[in-house]
């Protein structure tokens, strides 16, 4: 026995002794869920409640005094309550796919590991998975802080009935892969569209004469370039992992605080959690100062507003709509009248859901 191996004994044996009262605890909380599933399932009441997620969480969070930091608190009792609700109904999560996305990270981040995926080859895919009922929510990727809004999912959103139940934010790291971890042999690149945009510089100065190809997700480049050795592919942690490829370089992407965030949609809603946003889409009639007019209802509500995007309205006319994102839920009176001065003078309204900001 090694020395330290004497010191860590009675230490182990004191772990092992909490983790027997973690497991008989885990079991009992298993067990309520189990009840609470019950009592869902006899009122056809929907199993995933983010509000009441987001509450545990950010209540253990405010509480905690161990060492523990907070996003340790976060991941723990994500795959706690991910495993809980597991039992009380499979929740169908439709992401773009393969294996090792972005997208799939999402959905991690959001249901943790004990749900059942539904990977699909493009975020229409995800839509129509969820709106035929094949999934019961969908990731899509919505807005990157440098390559600006993924304007398909703002499209999605205006022609569906679909509503946004949720969103994550992530911070993405994309590394040039390969199959050896050298460029011996590499011809091409391969990621999806968004991830050659984010790392654009860094390709053009260190690796000028690879052809770029787009993909439909980073995943499948990833896929292909543990197949082909002529092929790098942008892809991040998971995928390199998934499919046993080794960093050329680390990091690539040209801004180092790149972000995504995704919303998660579904047919549902969502109570309030105490820490909402609300989603609407609008469009103003085309004279002068329409826009301004338009969001004078939140300034005089107190309302404040978190981002404001606009899409052309594809009409051939000089048309826009506005997707607002504010803080609040349809409930706080304060929105709701809000939102209803927008609904009266907007030309078209659409409100998108109230649900739980991301940390
Ligand atoms: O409180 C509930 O509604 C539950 O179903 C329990 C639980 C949990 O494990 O804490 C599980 C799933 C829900 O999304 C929220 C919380």
């Not at 997620?53 to 608190?73: C, M, W």
């Not at 959905?107 to 229409?124: E, L």
């Not at 972000?259 to 105490?274: E, K, L």
Request: hydrophobic letters at 40%; glycine letters at 6%; proline letters at 5%.
């Amino acid at each position: 026995m090694a020395a330290d191996d004497k010191d860590l004994a009675p230490l182990r044996a004191r772990i092992d002794s909490i983790d027997q009262q973690l497991l008989e605890l885990l079991a009992a909380r298993a067990e309520a869920a189990q009840a609470v599933g019950k009592i869902k399932h006899d009122v056809n009441a929907p199993v995933f409640r983010p509000e009441r997620e987001r509450q545990v969480i950010d209540g253990l969070i405010a509480k905690n005094k161990s060492p523990l930091a907070a996003d340790g608190i976060t991941y723990i009792w994500r795959e706690i309550m991910s495993a809980c609700r597991a039992l009380e109904a499979p929740v169908r999560v439709a992401y773009l796919g393969p294996a090792g996305t972005f997208s799939e990270q999402a959905a991690f981040a959001q249901f943790g590991q004990s749900i059942s995926k539904v990977p699909c080859s493009s975020i229409d895919e995800v839509f129509r998975a969820v709106d035929a009922g094949a999934a019961d929510f969908g990731v899509a990727p919505v807005e990157n802080s440098s390559e600006g809004a993924i304007s398909r999912t703002l499209d999605l959103l205006l022609d569906t009935d679909l509503k946004i139940t949720g969103e994550v934010a992530l911070v993405i790291k994309h590394h040039l892969l390969t199959k050896s971890g050298t460029l011996d042999g590499v011809t091409r690149v391969m990621a999806h569209p968004q991830a050659l945009a984010q790392c654009q510089r860094w390709l053009s100065s260190n690796v000028p004469k690879l052809d770029h190809q787009a993909m439909s997700s980073n995943g499948e480049a990833a896929k292909l370039a543990s197949q082909d050795a002529t092929v790098a592919a942008i892809a991040g942690d998971s995928a390199q992992q998934q499919y046993g490829l080794q960093a050329v370089q680390s990091q690539i992407q040209d801004d180092p605080h790149n972000r995504t965030r995704f919303v998660i949609v579904s047919h549902g809603s969502c109570q309030p959690s105490g820490n909402d946003q609300t989603s609407v889409i609008l469009s103003v009639n085309n004279k002068p100062g329409a826009v301004h007019q338009l969001l004078a209802p939140m300034a005089k509500h107190g309302v404040s507003m978190n981002r404001l995007e606009s899409r052309p309205a594809r009409r051939g006319t000089w048309e826009y709509f506005f997707y607002i994102d504010m803080d609040g839920h349809a409930n706080d009176p304060k929105v709701a009248a809000a939102l209803s001065e927008l609904q009266a003078e907007a030309a078209f309204f659409k409100n998108l859901g109230s649900y739980p900001r991301s940390h």
